[in-house]
C-alpha cells in the first residue's frame, strides 16, 4: 500500500512539475497570439490543450503545390525562432503542421488555421491561401525563440480586396536587387500581393531594352543631384543606376514565390527625359534633352506627332512584357504639359488628322492624349494585357476599360468607378509614404517631402466607402502606397518611411472596416516590430511612444 502511495505521489508531482513548465512557459511570452497584423477575419479559441511547437514537430505538405510553402514555413521559424524542423512527407498522428488544399473553401486567398494538442493544420483554397495562413502562424510567434505554445483555436481568414499593394520609385534614387527582394519580403509580410515599380522618369531610366540600348547607356545617369527641395545647390555629382534583364526577371521570380505580381510602370507621355537624352528625335524639338537633376514637371515630353513615337513605345512595351507576366502595365498618364504639343507642327497636323476639338471641358491637346493613351492601349490589349494609369487620365478622353489609379485624393477615384473605370486608391491625403510621418520633423526625422501623413491617417482610408453604389463599389480594386525617392536616398530610410505604416495600410487592405480599431491595431503592431527587428528593417517608433 505504501508503495502504491509512493507511486501516486510521483504521479501526483510530476503532473504538478508539467504544469508548473506550462505555466512558466505562459509567462515567459512562449504562447502564440493570433491577433495579428493585418486582423484575421475570425478568431474561436477552443477547449483543451494547445499545441506545442519544438524541434520534434514536422511540417507536411502531401500536395507538391504547396512545397515552397513548407520551404517558407520552415525558413521563417529557422530564421525568427532559431528552431530547426524537418520536412516530412506523410503526417504524423501528433507533432505536425499540415499544409492542405481544401477545395470545399470558396475565397481564393482565404486561409483555415486549425490547431489542437496532436497537430496545427493550415488549409485553403489554393496555395495563396495557405500562404497567408502561415504568414498569420509566423506573425503569432513575434519575438518568440525556442519552444512556444499554440493555444487551440480556429482561425477564418479572407482579405477585402483583392489588390493590395505597394509602390517604389527607382527612378529619382536607385535601389538594387538585394534591396527590392527586401521590399518584398516585406509585402509578403503584410499580406501584399501587387508591387507597382516604377522604373522610368525624367531623372534617370532603370531597365535595359536591346532594342533601344541607348537608354541604359546615356539615359539612366543624371549628371547632378539637386540638394533639398529644389535648392540652387546640387552635388556635381554623376548619380545612375539600372537593372539588366536578368535581374528583372530574378525579382520577377522571386516575387512570385510569395505569390506578388510584379506591374512595372514606363511613365507615358511625360516625365520622359531619361528616354529623350538617349533618343532626342522622340522629342517635339529634337532637344538636346538632359537627364533632370531636379525635381519636378518639365514641359518636354514625347512628341505625339510622330510614328517614330509609337514604334518606341511598342518596342519597349514588347520588350517589357517579355520580362513581367503581369496582366497590368502601368503608363502613368500622369503630370503631362501640353506646352510643346500646343506649339509643334506635327501634333498640331495630328489634331487637325484626327478632327480633335476643344470643348468647355477639355482642349484639343488634351484629347490628343487621350488617342496616344488609348492607342497604347489597344496595343497592349492586343497582347492579352491591361492599361493603369494615374488619374489624369479622366482629363482626356478614355476608354472604360482603362483602370485609374487615383493619387490626387479619393475624390477623383470615386467618381471613375461611378462611370464604370475599376479603380485602385492611392491617394496623396492617405499613402504617400514619402511624406513626413510626424507633426515634430524639425528636429530627429529624416528630411522628406513636406507634407505629413501620420500612421493613424493610413489606417481610417476607406477605398470603397458606403456612400458609393454598390455598382460603383465592385469596382474599386484596392489600395496601395506609393513610395517616391526624391528624398530617400538610402534602403535604411526607405524602411523607415514605409514602416509601420505599411502595417496600417494592410489592415485598409484586408481587415473588413468594423473590425478596424486604432488603438488596437498599435497593440498588434508592437509586436510585429520585433520581426522588424528580427529582419533588420528600420522603423518609425511614433505611434508606440504615443500610446506608453
Not at 484626327?354 to 477639355?362: C, M, P, S, T
Not at 496601395?480 to 495600410?505: D, H, I, K
Request: proline share 4%; hydrophobic share 40%.
Amino acid at each position: 500500500m505504501n508503495a502504491m502511495k509512493r507511486v501516486v505521489m510521483l504521479f501526483v508531482c510530476l503532473a504538478f512539475v508539467l504544469t508548473s513548465m506550462a505555466v512558466s512557459v505562459n509567462q515567459n511570452g512562449q504562447t502564440a497570439k493570433y491577433e495579428v497584423v493585418p486582423l484575421p477575419r475570425e478568431i474561436v479559441m477552443q477547449k483543451g490543450e494547445g499545441f506545442v511547437l519544438n524541434q520534434q514537430v514536422v511540417i507536411v505538405a502531401d500536395d507538391g503545390r504547396l512545397k515552397r510553402n513548407a520551404e517558407f514555413l520552415r525558413e521563417y521559424l529557422r530564421e525568427e525562432m532559431q528552431m530547426d524542423v524537418a520536412i516530412g512527407k506523410k503526417a504524423a498522428k501528433d507533432k505536425a503542421i499540415v499544409l492542405r488544399l481544401n477545395e470545399k473553401m470558396t475565397e481564393p486567398e482565404g486561409y483555415r488555421i486549425s490547431v489542437d494538442r496532436k497537430r496545427v493544420t493550415i488549409e485553403g483554397l489554393t496555395p495563396q491561401g495557405v500562404f497567408y495562413g502561415i504568414q498569420t502562424l509566423r506573425k503569432s510567434l513575434s519575438g518568440l525563440k525556442g519552444e512556444a505554445i499554440l493555444p487551440a483555436a480556429v482561425i477564418e481568414d479572407a482579405p477585402r480586396f483583392g489588390y493590395r499593394g505597394m509602390h517604389l520609385d527607382v527612378a529619382r534614387h536607385f535601389f538594387g536587387v538585394a534591396f527590392v527582394k527586401k521590399y518584398l519580403d516585406a509585402m509578403a509580410m503584410h499580406n501584399m500581393n501587387r508591387f507597382h515599380w516604377h522604373l522610368t522618369d525624367d531623372q534617370g531610366w532603370r531597365v535595359a531594352i536591346d532594342r533601344y540600348p541607348k537608354l541604359v547607356e546615356k539615359g539612366s545617369v543624371r549628371g547632378y543631384t539637386v540638394l533639398g527641395r529644389n535648392s540652387a545647390i546640387d552635388d556635381g555629382t554623376p548619380y545612375g543606376g539600372s537593372y539588366t534583364k536578368e535581374e528583372l526577371k530574378e525579382i520577377v521570380n522571386y516575387a512570385q514565390e510569395r505569390y506578388i505580381t510584379v506591374i512595372p510602370e514606363i511613365d507615358m507621355p511625360g516625365h520622359m527625359l531619361g528616354a529623350l537624352k538617349a533618343y532626342p528625335e522622340l522629342g517635339c524639338t529634337g532637344g538636346p534633352y538632359e537627364v533632370e537633376g531636379h525635381w519636378g514637371v518639365f514641359d518636354d515630353i514625347l512628341c505625339a506627332g510622330k510614328e517614330e513615337t509609337f514604334r518606341f513605345v511598342e518596342g519597349v512595351l514588347t520588350e517589357l512584357m517579355e520580362i513581367f507576366p503581369s496582366e497590368y502595365i502601368h503608363i502613368g498618364g500622369d503630370e503631362a504639359p501640353k506646352v510643346r504639343w500646343e506649339q509643334c507642327q506635327r501634333c498640331q497636323q495630328r489634331i487637325k488628322e484626327l478632327g480633335l476639338k476643344a470643348d468647355g471641358n477639355q482642349k484639343a491637346e488634351a484629347r490628343l492624349q487621350g488617342y496616344f493613351t488609348k492607342r497604347v492601349e489597344a496595343f497592349l490589349n492586343s497582347h492579352g494585357r491591361k492599361l493603369i494609369g494615374w488619374d489624369e487620365l479622366m482629363e482626356s478622353d478614355m476608354n472604360e476599360s482603362a483602370t485609374i489609379m487615383s493619387w490626387r485624393g479619393v475624390k477623383g477615384g470615386l467618381a471613375a468607378s461611378q462611370k464604370g473605370h475599376d479603380v485602385i486608391m492611392a491617394p496623396t491625403s492617405h499613402c504617400y509614404f514619402d511624406y513626413y510621418q510626424t507633426k515634430d520633423h524639425e528636429w530627429g526625422e529624416p528630411f522628406s517631402f513636406a507634407n505629413l501623413i501620420t500612421v493613424e491617417t493610413t489606417y481610417g482610408l476607406d477605398p470603397a466607402p458606403e456612400t458609393l453604389s454598390a455598382e460603383a463599389r465592385k469596382h474599386i480594386l484596392g489600395a496601395q502606397a506609393n513610395l517616391w525617392t526624391e528624398y530617400v536616398t538610402c534602403e535604411s530610410q526607405a524602411f523607415y518611411q514605409v514602416l509601420p505604416r505599411m502595417g496600417a495600410l494592410s489592415e485598409v487592405q484586408w481587415v473588413m472596416p468594423e473590425q478596424k480599431d486604432f488603438k488596437a491595431f498599435v497593440e498588434r503592431e508592437r509586436r510585429l516590430t520585433l520581426l522588424y527587428k528580427a529582419h533588420g528593417w528600420p522603423f518609425a517608433e511614433h505611434i508606440f511612444r504615443a500610446s506608453l
